[in-house]
């Protein structure tokens, strides 16, 4: 185990929440002083997106089938509605004179640490450069304006980076962690907006850290102290055949002279508690240039959606619950099924994640029709079923419970109490139709490559994308669970070491409505409709 993965594990331990002691965190909250949630940069020109909330025709079932989507002409429309579906708002809720924004891409404790820069090369309807995307006021700011004649080389990428800071202000030490997950989601998020335009995903996972900070600008003098962005991933947008866009090198070289914009201004929060211990992690799990092996499951379609729902509304209306009817009729079976079948790395979804899979869920099921209640798991790779077998408690049956799916019953007996204490306590976990942790194949992928931490959390976040999105669609809701007792729900599945690790939760079922609370729309503030801008 060389330093870095030391640095890396020890984090992972020390930020375990237990049953006796949660990870460190704020000792107290001064819920007036939350950071901004909206970055902006001031000194930079701007350009006004469009008008945000057109529909598309594709349903949500066609995602199954993207390549059947005729695909959407590349303009300042489009590329603005690829935004507002991936990054934008979906409404604002309001309960007396408190309002808050709701965004496409969930996140932990809704404090949206993830930041987007669109970039653009030899695209006649905007200017060759660097922009960020402002989701509250749906513009780019232009950061950087690339110099010379680019228009041979026809592009448009999307660079995602984390303000860790935005997390740790509520979540302390944990939050690296948190930051990952919401990374996933974005990855997700980005993926069905693409796909909803015809469009599609390229990770360009060779990139190093340090060249995504050139490019985005991240290492440039230009933030306040500790408000820094850390950079994550690159992607290119494939809107059409044939495109020839800039390779790394010319993209660096642009961005290196070209001429840059803007200072960032402060989010404003005092830095009370300060979590040097993030940074540490952040630097041991830093990136660098890599050759990143083609890999791709072949595409199998394991059931049909039966959502009639287009696309765009399914990824609109995306919530988190906040609590669920613990007196919910069962969740039919073929609905259950078609969620499982969703997360498996040969559909659609997964197209653009380039590795194996190395997350496997297991599954408390509480409320689904013609399933006894207990414990399941879901192997996503089928070469760890027999690791995990061995792993896990002697005494689970590990038997098949369906022909189609890789779904396994483990152990019968009602676990809504167990889910409940395992989630730090939530009652969410138990009143829901399943809950389930996300366990990762963990010490044998980071023992010689720290970095890859990262990319753990990221698939975890891409498969509760997943599920959200297919919870909507099948007219129920679902959350992501960031808080759970690590170690105990080692114990309970019979893990005894670091080969296995769980890396998140997530549960599914009949969301109960807050009545007291008002639904105002995404973007009306842009349209009229008094709103207060939050800054």
């Known amino acids: 185990m060389n330093k870095q993965t030391e640095t890396v594990l020890n984090y992972h331990n ?10 460190k965190g704020p000792e107290s909250i001064d819920w007036e002083d939350q950071p901004d949630q909206f970055r902006r940069f001031s000194g930079c020109k701007i350009i006004t997106l469009p008008s945000p909330g057109v529909e598309l025709e594709p349903l949500f ?3 199954d089938t993207p390549e059947i989507i005729f695909a959407k002409p590349l303009n300042l429309t489009n590329a603005g509605l690829l935004l507002e579906l991936a990054f934008g708002l979906s409404a604002w809720k309001q309960y007396g004179p408190n309002r808050w924004a ?23 309807f905007i200017e060759s450069g660097v922009y960020h995307y402002v989701s509250y006021d749906h513009h780019l700011e232009q950061r950087c304006r690339f110099p010379g004649n680019l228009h041979d080389s026809e592009g448009l990428f999307i660079g995602l980076s984390s303000i860790h800071w935005r997390e740790a202000w509520k979540y302390g030490e944990r939050a690296y962690r948190y930051c990952q997950h919401d990374l996933g989601h974005a990855l997700g998020a980005l993926r069905y907006a693409a796909a909803t335009l015809g469009w599609s995903v390229e990770l360009l996972a060779e990139w190093s850290d340090e060249d995504i900070a050139k490019l985005l600008g991240l290492d440039r003098d230009d933030f306040k102290p500790l408000e820094h962005e850390c950079p994550d991933l690159i992607c290119r947008i494939i ?36 979590w040097p211990i993030i940074d540490e992690v952040w630097i041991a799990a830093s990136k660098p240039q890599t050759d990143e092996p083609e890999w791709q499951a072949l595409r199998q379609q394991f ?70 209640s207990g414990i399941y798991a879901l192997p996503r790779d089928h070469d760890a079923l027999a690791k995990l077998q061995t792993a896990t408690l002697a005494d689970f049956d590990w038997q098949k419970v369906s022909e189609g799916l890789p779904l396994y019953l483990l152990y019968s007996g009602d676990c809504r109490q ?19 942790g996300m366990i990762a194949e963990f010490s044998e992928t980071i023992k010689t490559t720290s970095w890859l931490y990262r990319r753990l959390f990221w698939e975890c976040g891409l498969i509760g994308q997943v599920l959200y999105l297919e919870a909507e669609a099948a007219g129920i809701r679902g959350t992501g669970i960031g808080c759970y007792f690590d170690d105990s729900m080692h114990e309970i599945l019979g893990f005894k070491d670091e080969q296995f690790q769980s890396l998140y939760h997530f549960t599914v079922g009949k969301p109960l409505e807050d009545k007291r609370l008002e639904t105002l729309p995404a973007y009306g503030h842009l349209n009229g409709i008094e709103l207060v801008d939050p800054n």
Request: charged content about 20%; overall charge positive.
């Open 303 to 372: 059931i049909q959606s039966s959502c009639t729902l287009t696309a765009t509304q399914i990824i609109r209306q995306r919530r988190s619950a906040q609590q669920f009817d613990g007196k919910m009729p069962s969740l039919p079976q073929t609905d259950f099924y078609r969620m499982l079948a969703a997360v498996l790395p040969a559909t659609a979804a997964f197209e653009l994640w380039r590795w194996p899979p190395k997350i496997h869920l297991f599954i408390f099921v509480h409320r689904v029709e013609g399933l006894a």
């Open 239 to 274: 809107t059409h055949a044939g495109s020839n866009p800039l390779n790394r090198k010319s993209l660096l070289e642009s961005a290196r002279s070209g001429s840059w914009f803007g200072k960032a201004d402060s989010l404003r929060a005092y830095h009370m508690y300060k």
């Open 14 to 23: 020390r930020t375990k929440h237990r049953l006796e002691r949660y990870a």
């Open 61 to 63: 079932a066609d995602l």
């Open 418 to 436: 167990i889910s409940k204490t395992i989630s730090c306590h939530q009652s969410i976990a138990g009143d829901s139709a399943f809950s389930l």
């Open 102 to 124: 709701l965004r496409c891409n969930p996140s932990s404790g809704n404090l949206h640490p993830t930041e987007t820069y669109l970039i653009s090369t030899g695209n006649a």
